[in-house]
């Protein structure tokens, strides 16, 4: 492991579904604390590029280096393992469970009941949920905390889906349209979330339609069009228009 | 006020029930309803059975599926118990009753696993494929009985089925029991949340690392493996293993576990609330024919219950802004 080699390396990567070719030798590095944007049209193949780095999909071609060692996940739990967390479009969030319990969800620890049988530990999993809740400086009242996280706020629910990727020590965080559902001033909630979480380190890529937010908080925009990579541009360089331009073609 | 209220119904309406048949026991008979052992006890062993299946049930439809075929699942287990034990007895009544009851017990689990891997592994809707298995069950059931009940003549088993220790009969011992486990199982374990994670959001359990389809698979043998228990008590009870003895306890089974305040799109529900619900029904139908309503009431009644149940359900989410309205 050499300590200069960027957190995520991609070359070559290439995926099919049927005849169709979703991925075609897309390659980019992202170092820690770096944030970088995928901007592309719809079917452009962000999400599928995504979810090959986040364990989903397996790649066709190419190879991904993660922390310069190879990475060949079977399935999103190892990528968790990894310190790989996605944060998905339509929150992977259960509305029917508190803030405690979507944290830890899959991941529950446990205590012995009478010392013999295995129990949900909830009142760690609520001081956890509180913890990182306030590291985040997010606004959630501790009396929302053990209701079903659809009595939340919008930002407020995107705030515990991060905060449940903070909390696994996620070391490289992937947003997919994390302001898509949200107001405006939650949108600029999850921005300064994104702002903090490189702060502490965080590499993160994110997808979005929105341009104001890929100029706000990206450091490079990685640009897709029909499953190849048509441009990589750092912030001081890129306008909206020349985003557009390159998402289009032409 | 009013959330609270359409939280704590089920016990609400269990607490007015009682009232009622009590008043009613002291005005027209000049006696108690509640607190005379009898009653309790009848009311207790008329409870057991569907809220056995009831049990299992609530599991499958809190992860947003349905267990049609549990009654003649229990008539399954029922009727291969009863043949099991009917050639075992003369040879050995003690060894008859062990593996009479592991019988029964692996018996249910059979069509579970089917249900279970139809469901989970080969996407049938949950409706259909536990329909399904409930013709399947069914004619398997009278097949194996030759078409009629199979009689046990074992004292053991009598005494399973009817006798009792302090004072509670057993099967209602058992009951309790099975009660117990799974309450634990739901609302302590790990497996119990993710059965509701898998109800509130199936997407959201899979990205979470949960094994979906091999909870799926075990919600259904659960509820195959409650019917099989409901089933060797059957057996207990009347000596006798019968291919029907569930076939109008799936409808009680589902009823006591919506009025409990489970929801069928899945999410919620416990077993404390099945507990409560397959009490309501129970009270409701002996307690008409305390009173003497012509029985065919007791249809009625119930039907009014499980509708007006479903209702203060869907009130309650209105008056929580889980439900958007449209119109």
């Known amino acids: ?250 | 006020m009013l959330v609270f209220v359409a939280a704590a119904w089920p016990w609400l309406f269990l607490v007015l029930l009682l009232v009622f048949f009590e008043s009613w026991a002291r005005l027209a008979y000049g006696v108690s309803f509640v607190f005379n052992g009898f009653n309790a006890q009848s009311i207790a062993l008329f409870a057991a059975a569907p809220l056995l299946l009831g049990l299992g049930q609530t599991f499958v439809i809190i992860a947003g599926g349905i267990d049609l075929s549990v009654g003649f699942v229990m008539g399954l287990a029922a009727v291969i118990m009863a043949r099991v034990m009917q050639s075992l007895t003369p040879i050995d009544p003690g060894l008859a009753l062990a593996l009479g009851i592991t019988v029964a017990f692996l018996v249910g689990l059979v069509p579970g696993w089917i249900n279970g891997t139809l469901v989970s592994r080969l996407r049938v809707p949950a409706f259909i494929g536990t329909l399904g298995m409930y013709g399947v069950a069914r004619g398997t059931g009278f097949l194996a009985a030759g078409g009629t009940t199979v009689p046990v003549n074992n004292p053991w088993l009598f005494e399973m089925g009817n006798g009792k220790l302090l004072g509670v009969p057993i099967p209602v011992l058992i009951t309790i029991l099975v009660v117990i486990a799974m309450h634990y199982l739901l609302s302590q374990t790990r497996f119990g949340q993710h059965t509701y994670a898998l109800g509130g959001n199936r997407a959201a359990a899979v990205r979470a690392g949960i094994n979906v389809r091999r909870h799926t698979l075990l919600l259904y043998m659960i509820s195959a493996g409650c019917a099989g228990i409901a089933g060797l008590l059957y057996t207990a009870r009347f000596s006798a293993g019968a291919a029907q003895a569930g076939e109008p306890l799936l409808l009680d089974s589902i009823a006591a576990v919506v009025i409990g305040g489970a929801s069928l799109f899945g999410g919620s529900g416990t077993i404390i609330g099945t507990v409560i619900g397959a009490l309501i029904i129970a009270i409701i139908q002996y307690g008409l024919v305390f009173i003497d309503v012509e029985p065919f009431w007791q249809f009625v009644a119930v039907g009014i219950v499980i509708i007006v149940s479903v209702l203060i359900d869907q009130s309650r989410e209105r008056l929580t802004g889980e439900i958007k309205d449209e119109g």
């Open chain 1, 1 to 250: 492991m050499k300590a200069e080699a960027p957190l995520l390396r991609c070359r070559g990567l290439g995926k099919r579904f049927g005849g169709v070719r979703a991925l075609e030798g897309v390659g980019f590095e992202l170092d820690r604390g770096e944030v970088l944007a995928l901007a592309g049209d719809n079917g452009a193949g962000k999400s599928t590029l995504i979810k090959i780095i986040s364990g989903v999909y397996r790649p066709d071609e190419g190879e991904i280096l993660y922390d310069g060692v190879p990475l060949h996940f079977d399935n999103p739990r190892a990528a968790r393992d990894a310190g790989i967390e996605t944060i998905y479009q339509d929150l992977a969030l259960a509305d029917n469970l508190d803030v405690g319990a979507n944290v830890f969800l899959g991941r529950e620890p446990e205590a012995r009941f009478l010392g013999l049988l295995p129990r949900i530990d909830r009142k760690r999993m609520r001081a956890a949920a509180h913890q990182v809740l306030e590291t985040l400086e997010i606004d959630i009242p501790p009396s929302k905390l053990t209701e079903p996280v659809r009595n939340l706020s919008g930002g407020q629910r995107q705030a515990v889906a991060i905060g449940r990727a903070i909390f696994w020590k996620a070391r490289l965080l992937i947003m997919d349209e994390p302001t898509a559902a949200l107001g405006v001033p939650e949108q600029r909630k999850v921005r300064e979330l994104v702002h903090r979480l490189r702060q502490q380190g965080v590499a993160i890529i994110f997808i979005s339609h929105n341009l104001q937010d890929i100029l706000a908080v990206a450091d490079r925009i990685l640009v897709l069009r029909r499953g190849r990579k048509v441009g990589e541009l750092s912030r001081a360089e890129a306008t909206g228009d020349e985003i557009v331009r390159l998402m289009v073609g032409g």
